[in-house]
């Protein structure tokens, strides 16, 4: 029998979507490798009743762990501590050895950040935050609000609740010592790897993938698959216990054949990990002249650390003069054809590889939208140029969707248009 | 009594984190304007028994509506359409008419795309997007799956349950046919809208806030308020019926009085919007010369649609020999002081608005990490440059947490610096 956590996000903002979680994904990768699954990920507002409710659904449903991100803060909408406290039926009690120490922190924060001190307002908000469900495991802060181990109270049965700050720092840091407390160390205990394997295609529909899956019915006991489409690769996670290691290979060795020509990572790299590992494999630079995306490739090429060791610069090209001016595109070439158009979009892969003297260099002009488009020249409409090698790739696109969609979709296809330059796939 | 609605998000990828949702979100909006409050979003992976779970909760927890997405892809995975089905009572049938619909999509599609055509795979796949349960209304496809609104079955009690598709393209493009269909109208119907309004404020902690709500207690009856700390900006969005609006009007004059050094904005603009607008309203333009951030504070300022208007270009300045080339910054300075400097910055900032020919230069400079620190220079130091109208404004950040934490935050602080340089706020 699987383990299995369900994880509770608290907070409005998060429910609204003004933040975005982070939480829910890193936890279930940090318990994945205990052999832990996520059985659901509830996200509620700043509401006791809505967070108890969400809190009973996760013990309901059998989950052997369940884990809390989120209002710890000083506001009284921060209730997390309190709601977990009455659901696992212990007493609230003020910790004043935490006190202290949150206390300590606070006025070295203020210190560093030379703000003025506000004593009555900070004593308020650090007593609040030292209050703990009696019985908990209480984890020292990482920013200022501490952790919680929360078992549940004597006479009692269900999971332990973990409660963790919602900022992901603070959560991330606090983990080692979750860890180690002995109800969640029960809770661990015993539990055997769960792995996971992920491929990539780029070129492939789903149903096609759905297809050769179908074919391979009954070859595929102890495999749980799924498939998804994201920005136009196909991606295809397996997770599989250590005993259905060889059935993952078999269908590993008939994904890697029936796909040679579009399976860009059979490893589980990203687009991003395989263009990066080829660029220093081979020793080349690249560099970027960028329009519609203004910049959005370069800073996308430098996310991985150690980028600097083959992305020299870009030039982010707005406005017609700054094409000219910047990335060396004729004005009477634009005047003739336009700023949206297959030769400026290899003048500026051109230039960008001039002007940086980089081995690759990647042009992008389009229309982002919402205005701007014609009917010949509609929004969605972007020329990318790829120049190297001895070779210049000039690819029309025309992509649906907003502002937002355009831009990040260009990204994602320049990155493969200068993958099939550095690493052709080919059907076997 | 507030209308509510539960959100079911299926998908292993978006329970693990690999895709973020954005409809729930989405969803949290669309619904506001009509009064209706999400209670919770609830993500569970492709397994049919925690769909089922999920869904059971929502309907348990008394909401009004339940919207689900995901789960109506052609793999085998993809399984909503069948569990909302058995949990509303109603046996699933194969619509005809939907079959052909989807059948010359998916061919319009594929010749698009001058994919192959694989006519079995297809059929297969058609006719599982084409099975819906008895009695629903069908939506039609925007991608190739329908949505479907599922009241419950005879002799059962229960809200409808309202089942889109993943993409939020897809789901965005089908919710003006949601709101059309008779069992969604029935449960929207004579809700009074719930009204939003968000401040903002740079350089104020969550915790003084805190105690200016606490004297207003009393004031505050009928205001939802919460409030967020993110990327530094401390977030104050209040949620209230109709009624309440003189309530908020006084608080949003107190909190205007009390920040009015740090609100930078009142009316809910982000970041952005302040700084676009200014931009506009003053007819200025700015240009950008990045080093650790790549290309991202160019990316972020073309993020608005329009702004064309006022950002120029920039110079994505990643090796000492571009910071030369690009933004003429002296190699004899750059070897004196050190790249990562804030005569580099500065330098930066002026040749970005030099070479671009903008009314304003930001210069960055900093170790984004994870290598590359030093005892002198450790990750997380960053230069800022801010040029233009008269000033050279430079500032030493230090930041801590991820590379890409250190490159997000730059970016934010640069915004606030061109915002403190357009306009400025003071203490009345």
Known sequence: MTTRAGIVVTGTEVLTGRVIDRNGPWLAEALRVYGVDIAHVSIVGDRPDDLRDALRFAAGSGVDLIITSGGLGPTADDLTAEVVAGEQGRAMRLDPELEQQIAAIVERLSANFGWPSDPEAT?????????VPDGASVLAPVGTAPGLVVPVGPGRSGPPVV????PPRELQGMWPAVLETPAVQTALAGRAELRQSTIRLWGTRESELAETLREQDGHLDGLEITTCLREGEVEIVTRYGIAAQPTYDRLHAVLAQTYAATAFSLDGATIDEVVAGALLARGLTVATAESCTAGLLAGRLT????SSAYVLG??????????HDL?????????????????VAEALAEGARARLGADIGVGITGIA??????AEKPVGLVYLGVSGLGQTIVRKLNLPGSRADVRRRTVVIALHQVRELLVPLEAT
């Open 327 to 343: 990335a060396g595109v004729s004005m009477e070439l634009i005047e003739r054809v336009g700023a949206v158009s297959p030769e």
């Open 123 to 131: 004593a308020a908000a650090t007593r609040k935050q030292a209050m």
């Open 369 to 374: 939208g919402p205005g701007g488009g014609t």
């Open 303 to 306: 996310d991985l650390a150690g």
């Open 314 to 323: 870009g030039l982010v090209v707005y406005s017609n003069q700054a094409k």
């Open 163 to 166: 409660v963790l700050p919602g």
